[in-house]
């Protein structure tokens, strides 16, 4: 017997953006294993030559399905790619798809988003924020919506430590209609140029234009069964379709994929501090949890703004940075990968101008030396360039990582409660019952998979082992030979003060 959430979805027409990302995947694989949905609409743009129907056909070999395809060998021929792109001013929807979307979608999920901080504010305004007007103007020509899920960010609206389910207008310089309104004025030099005015006391060009999409559904959503759903960090699957899965090097899945391969080795992290990640298939299930839960409501004519849900990990279970970079290293005596520079492990420093000082000696001086054996061996030179990367990516984290933020769930738990027992079990997000050993052993074992593309055998464990068996003796004889050296040093110096 289907359950709740199952009953919702099944017939159902749904139109998805972002659904070639990260969560996008997830939420798709999900909808075609889980629920018996007629069609998903997937906005989907052309890619380094690739058509649109080439990028969704290749999903067929993507990981991510191959569950689903064993047992469903047809599911991804419910999922049908609409030609668009959010940098266009219209989507770039077609007249004939848009009266087509109009006519059948009942469930709208706009996840479509740029995630990089340091992305070019005209680039950041298009994507973030005047797409979801465009979704929202889009949905009010569906006669069939019935639900629509805007996925937004836990750090939305990070320019306060202890972020409520609710709307923050009062911290924007400028409200959403405003700040678009001068962007189809302005060139895209001009719109860059005035970042810091615009930004005020936001961090970046993420955080910050996702903010001004939840200020623009608040003023322009009015009437729409609609909600807003808040992930915090999203990291590698825990358990479903697959676990440890993970498409990209973003934020902690970098870390964990940098120290394993022992080319990260230091962090500007406040080891106290408490870090938001939630697994992927987490919030897939909330998502879908959410959309459900949006329409009841609707139907019932409660709620006038609509809903804010955030996922974040529980004021129960919480992780800090310290036990983040910990858990990270700690399965390397276990299964490590088989390619490695150097012997795995992280040290945390504080403060910004000290670590700028202890990464010359950590990252820049081994990556000249790195890099010098490489064009001895005819080969391209990269580390000390990987390193200023690296190095750029951790002062970018620096607001999220010297301090804690407090994200209050009160309406996740409300939805969470309202689930049905089966519900719950087939659609988890419970953050205060994860076991985060069990889940970084299995992200990090998904790192080796998925990342280094190291197979899951005991002959590929074996050769990882031995790597690391060397490499830790090499660590070891550098070390003696750095407090032999630093030994002497002071032992001179002190012979040189008696005297």
């Known amino acids: 017997m289907d359950s709740d959430i199952q009953r919702f979805y099944n017939g159902k027409i749904i139109f998805l953006t972002g659904g070639t990302g990260f969560l996008g995947k997830v939420i798709i694989e999900k909808l075609l294993r889980s629920t018996e949905v007629k069609r998903i609409y997937s906005l989907t743009r052309p890619k380094r030559g690739e058509s649109i129907q080439e990028r969704i056909a290749k999903w067929e070999q993507d990981v991510v399905f191959s569950e689903l395809l064993k ?6 021929k419910r999922v049908v790619p609409i030609a668009g792109d959010c940098l266009v001013p219209d989507l770039g929807i077609g007249a004939a798809d848009r009266k087509l979307l109009a006519s059948e979608v009942q469930i709208v999920m706009h996840g479509a988003a740029t995630v990089r901080f340091d992305e070019a504010l005209h680039l950041a305004l298009d994507i973030n924020t005047r797409a979801t007007r465009l979704m929202v103007q889009l949905a009010k020509q569906m006669v069939q919506l019935q639900s629509f899920v805007h996925i937004s960010t836990a750090y939305s609206n990070c320019v306060v430590t202890h972020v409520e389910e609710k709307f923050y207008p009062e911290h924007l310089t400028c409200s959403s209609d405003k700040v678009l309104a001068i962007r189809e004025q302005l060139s895209d030099k001009l719109i860059d140029d005035m970042t810091p005015a615009l930004l005020g006391s936001y961090p970046n060009t993420y955080t910050y234009t996702k903010a001004l999409a939840e200020d623009l559904i608040l003023r322009e959503a009015v009437g729409l069964p609609l909600c807003i759903f808040r992930p915090a960090i999203i990291v590698a699957t825990y358990k479903e379709p697959i676990f440890g899965w993970t498409d990209n090097l973003y934020g ?93 492990f992280i040290h945390c420093v504080s403060d910004p ?32 360039q990987l390193y200023h990367k690296i190095h750029k990516n951790i002062a970018l984290l620096g607001p999220f990582t010297s301090r804690s933020f407090v994200f209050d769930t009160k309406n996740s738990s409300r939805l969470r409660e309202l689930m049905s027992a089966k519900d719950r079990l087939i659609y988890q997000f419970d953050m205060a019952s994860l076991d985060w050993t069990d889940y970084f052993h299995k992200a990090l074992l998904g790192v080796r998979i998925y990342l280094a593309k190291d197979p899951h055998t005991p002959e590929s464990i074996a050769q990882g082992l031995k790597m690391l068996k060397r490499l830790k003796i090499l660590h070891c004889a550098l070390l003696a030979s750095l407090a032999c050296g630093g030994g002497t040093i002071l032992w001179s110096i002190s012979k040189l003060i008696m005297n």
């Not at 974040?312 to 490590?336: D, H, M, Y």
């Not at 000696?361 to 580390?383: I, Q, V």
Request: some cysteine; glycine content about 6%; charged content about 15%.
């Open 252 to 344: 902690p899945i970098a870390i964990m994929f940098g120290s394993a391969r022992g080319v990260m080795r230091l962090m500007c992290v406040k080891t106290e501090a408490h870090i938001a990640v939630v697994p992927v298939d987490y919030s897939a299930n909330m998502a879908l949890a959410c959309a459900w839960k949006t329409d009841r409501s609707a139907q019932s004519g409660s709620g006038r703004e609509p809903t804010i849900y955030t996922l974040a990990p529980s004021e129960k279970n919480l992780l800090t940075f310290g036990a983040f970079i910990q858990q990270s290293v700690s399965w390397r005596e276990f299964f490590p990968l088989t390619k490695m520079v150097w012997y795995p």
């Open 353 to 384: 101008r000290l670590f700028t000082v202890v990464a010359f000696f950590y990252h820049m001086l081994p990556g000249f030396f790195m890099d010098l054996l490489l064009r001895l061996t005819g080969r391209k030179p990269r580390m000390v």
């Open 71 to 76: 047992s469903h060998p047809e599911a991804l």
